[in-house]
């Protein structure tokens, strides 16, 4: 076994802290990924505070993962030592289904093995995530990162982007398409980025007028303040999808009404409590709602070249691990430009 340092988090309630875990043994198709940078999701949070209701402890969150490989298995093609490597939300998956071999195993009809807070397919051995000095994935898990951008702001594209990401290529957004951000935080940065670069006219549907200039800077074409009911009236009909990426609570049915007919809101953010939608909201126009999580092995490296190619990684700022539960508090109150990010390798 190979003794690894993280941080953890012991119940829902105690600050998370050091602690030490045992990594298995490199396996023939394994790689061993010395952590480098390691991203802060939202859903870590809900997770360590058990808020959704699946929690177990102690838990090593991180699933935005970026490091480089110091040990492959003897039956490894894909990587070599030296080679930089990212982990995203999922380490595994049952192979068979038709959503596995088709490619996206974010959907593994048997459920597929977290990246942490899960278990491995074996449903005994516990999945630990990336606030740690190191991880050992099977290679197919794996994804090869450019060392041509900052890892620091690629850490989050394994989570951040491609949430973003799949559902713009899945509708097909791009040029023609008037498309609108609700929120602009860890997903809603990421989601301005790509949209504007597929060719989409970007709105920035936010309650905060000082996002303004971020927005604009990150590519939004538009601003429009939804907390003033004229600005709303304005917007009535207007665009053809909506990427929803608030995660508290709010009423669907507002922004509902600014699609046009045959319209999409694209839901990524995960509210604690349910919205009712009236059926009269959906069938006047054919409006539509729908979701998406992540992305499979195959689009998230699709993902990751793309952003390569054409420049596009997070907004960042990086931490030290000490400074984790501080970051918590901050990420609740918006105090994020739009990512923490862990330093890995200063951490330990």
């Known amino acids: 076994m190979i003794a690894t340092k993280a ?81 995203g939300c999922f380490v595994d998956s049952c192979r068979v289904c038709p959503n596995c071999v088709a490619g996206e195993e974010q959907y593994c009809e048997t459920g597929g093995a977290g990246t942490y807070n899960g278990l491995e397919m074996d449903r005994k051995t516990p999945t630990y995530g990336g606030y740690s000095t190191q991880i050992v994935t099977d290679e197919k898990y794996t994804l090869k990162i450019s060392p041509n951008l900052p890892l620091e702001g690629v850490a989050p594209l394994l989570c951040a982007g491609i949430t973003t990401y799949s559902p713009l290529r899945h509708w097909k957004v791009g040029k023609g398409h008037k498309v609108g951000i609700l929120g602009l935080g860890g997903l809603g940065h990421m989601a301005v980025k790509l949209a504007a670069s597929f060719g989409a006219e970007v709105t920035m549907l936010s309650t905060s007028p000082s996002k303004e200039a971020d927005a604009r800077r990150l590519g939004a074409h538009h601003f429009a303040l939804t907390s003033d009911k004229e600005v709303l009236k304005g917007l009535r009909n207007k665009f053809d999808f909506i990427v929803n990426t608030v995660s508290a609570p709010h009423d669907y049915n507002v922004y509902l009404n600014l699609l046009n007919t045959n319209g999409v809101m694209i839901c990524l953010g995960v509210p604690p409590e349910a919205s009712t939608v009236p059926a009269f909201n959906l069938i006047g126009q054919r409006r539509s709602i729908a979701g998406s999580l992540i992305g499979g092995i195959r689009e998230t490296q699709e993902m990751l070249d793309y952003c390569a190619e054409h420049n596009i990684t997070s907004d960042v700022e990086v931490i030290d691990i000490k400074d984790i539960n501080t970051a918590y508090e901050r990420m609740l109150k918006g105090d994020v430009r739009y990512r923490f990010v862990i330093d890995t390798k200063k951490s330990f």
């Not at 953890?8 to 298995?24: H, I, K, V």
């Not at 043994?25 to 058990?50: K, M, T």
């Open 7 to 87: 941080y953890a988090a012991q119940d829902a309630t105690t600050p998370l802290g050091p602690w030490n875990l045992e990594r298995r043994e490199v396996g023939a198709h394994d790689v061993q990924i010395e952590i480098l940078y390691c991203g802060v999701c939202h859903s870590d949070i809900h997770q360590v505070r058990n808020e959704w209701g699946n929690s177990m402890y102690p838990m090593v969150p991180g699933h935005e993962i970026v490091g480089k490989i110091v040990k492959v298995g003897e039956q490894v093609k894909k990587f070599k030592v030296g080679d930089l490597a990212g982990i």
